[in-house]
């Protein structure tokens, strides 16, 4: 079947089955969080990224072969809810990206900075942090040796827009511009991009709205 990316709060997971990755994206919670599961595909070691909301329903799709590591892409609470059962259960290491691990109850094994290295098996990701939607939010970067780049943007970058940073002129122009720089700028229009609420999209479909974006102010 087609990766579409569209799933829906008590549905089945979508599962994006490239050369050497396994992407599982599931909806959970009263938010509509994703979480997605990787999992390398010549080791089958996995790892999570947001354990958001229903930790039955990750743990589930997580399955007998745990996972390796889990990520938590910002502090805000509906993308860590289920961190503490997760962490319980499956015993992983823990990343979040510096400036937001204080705000996580979970303790954070690896402190995440801009430009790190995450390894999932074979697989490796390389995190950009992203500041404005909180100070230490973080993206994750596959570049898939074998097709186009693929993007984990948490709640930074949205089909039609970058995160919520409540009215303040400041954050969002913080905000536009990592995203800009760091993910516009370096990757291609084949992008998928795969955020932390809703459907997904490609960097292609939403750069033409880039300055349509900066004007609005959000």
């Known amino acids: 079947m087609t990766y579409s990316g569209a799933v829906k709060v008590g549905g089945p997971a979508d599962v994006h089955e490239l050369q050497d990755l396994m992407i599982s994206k599931v909806a959970v919670g009263a938010m509509n969080n994703n979480a997605y599961l990787l999992r390398c595909r010549a080791t089958g070691e996995q790892l999570l990224i947001d354990a958001a909301a229903d930790a039955e329903t990750l743990l589930t799709l997580i399955g007998d072969d745990g996972i390796a590591s889990v990520v938590t892409t910002h502090r805000h609470g509906d993308h860590w809810q289920a961190l503490g059962r997760i962490v319980e259960v499956t015993g992983p290491r823990t990343y979040a990206g ?68 409540w009215k303040d002129p400041k954050a969002f122009a913080s ?32 750069r033409p709205h880039l300055q349509e974006w900066r004007e609005r102010g959000w």
């Open 98 to 165: 510096r400036y937001d691990a204080e705000g996580i109850p979970v303790p954070t094994d690896v402190p995440v900075e801009d430009g790190d290295t995450i390894k999932v098996g074979r697989v490796s990701l390389t995190a950009r942090h992203l500041v404005g939607h909180t100070p230490g939010s973080i993206a994750l970067i596959y570049d898939d040796p074998h097709g186009h780049p693929h993007v984990f943007t948490g709640d930074c970058l949205f089909p039609g827009g970058v995160g919520n940073t």
């Open 175 to 206: 905000l536009i511009d990592d995203v800009e720089s760091k993910i516009f700028d370096q990757l291609s229009d084949e992008t998928w991009v795969y955020p932390g609420h809703g459907n997904d999209t490609t960097l292609g479909a939403e």
